[in-house]
């Protein structure tokens, strides 16, 4: 019996950093006014991501579902949200995301090499967000929900609308750019 609960307690000791939550925080952005607050939620177990860019009027949050494969993003300067599909191969994997960002933050010239998505904003708004998961629900409820979807190729370099960027954590730059959602 005492070896069970042994051996119990030990498996228990070295699954919870992998179950665990991680918090990680980053200052100064690298904006002009140096006052923007990045923070980061990672929640291992649910597969999700939260991320919050506190800057004022320029605030965003982002979350990144991995298990149910959408990206959403609420701009608080726009009082909407940007909901799109997850590219795997852009995104930072959840698993190695806390030792990336704890890299760039000690030196940004380290680790995984930073990656820029675009997407292209829709004008159809999104009214039942059930579809895509409870953590997006929660973050885009109430607001008018937009769907974005990924621009690739030669003929987006030509694009002449605006765009909104967001970067995090220097890992990753996301554009969303549209004529009917204007920035």
Same mark, same amino acid.
């Not at 690298?30 to 990045?38: I, L």
């Not at 649910?46 to 993003?73: I, L, P």
């Given at each position: ?20 939550? /991680?918090?990680i925080?980053?200052? +100064?952005?690298? &904006?002009?006014? #140096?006052r923007?607050?990045q923070?980061v939620s990672i $929640? /291992?177990?649910?597969?999700?991501v +939260?991320?919050d &860019?506190?800057? #004022?009027?320029n605030s965003?949050?982002?979350?990144? $579902?991995?298990?149910?494969?959408y990206?959403?993003?609420r ?12 590219n ?14 704890r890299?760039?933050?000690?030196d940004?010239?380290?680790g ?12 159809k708004r ?21 769907p ?7 003929s987006f370099?030509?694009?002449?609308e ?17 004529e009917?959602?204007q920035?």
């Amino acid at each position: 019996m005492k070896l069970l609960i042994l051996s119990i307690a030990f498996l228990g000791a070295l699954l919870a950093p992998t179950l665990a939550t /991680n918090n990680i925080s980053e200052r +100064n952005q690298g &904006n002009v006014g #140096g006052r923007a607050h990045q923070s980061v939620s990672i $929640d /291992n177990q649910k597969q999700v991501v +939260n991320v919050d &860019n506190n800057n #004022g009027w320029n605030s965003w949050n982002t979350v990144w $579902d991995y298990k149910n494969g959408y990206v959403a993003t609420r701009v608080l300067s726009k009082k909407s949200c940007i909901l799109s599909r997850m590219n795997p191969e852009v995104m930072p994997d959840v698993t190695t995301l806390p030792d990336a960002i704890r890299i760039k933050q000690k030196d940004r010239t380290k680790g995984p090499a930073h990656k820029e998505v675009t997407y292209v904003v829709s004008s159809k708004r999104i009214t039942d967000l059930a579809p895509y998961g409870k953590n997006i629900q929660a973050l885009c409820r109430g607001i008018p929900t937009f769907p974005a979807y990924e621009a690739k190729g030669r003929s987006f370099a030509y694009f002449s609308e605006s765009c909104w960027q967001a970067d995090v954590l220097f890992l990753l730059g996301i554009s969303y750019c549209g004529e009917s959602f204007q920035y």
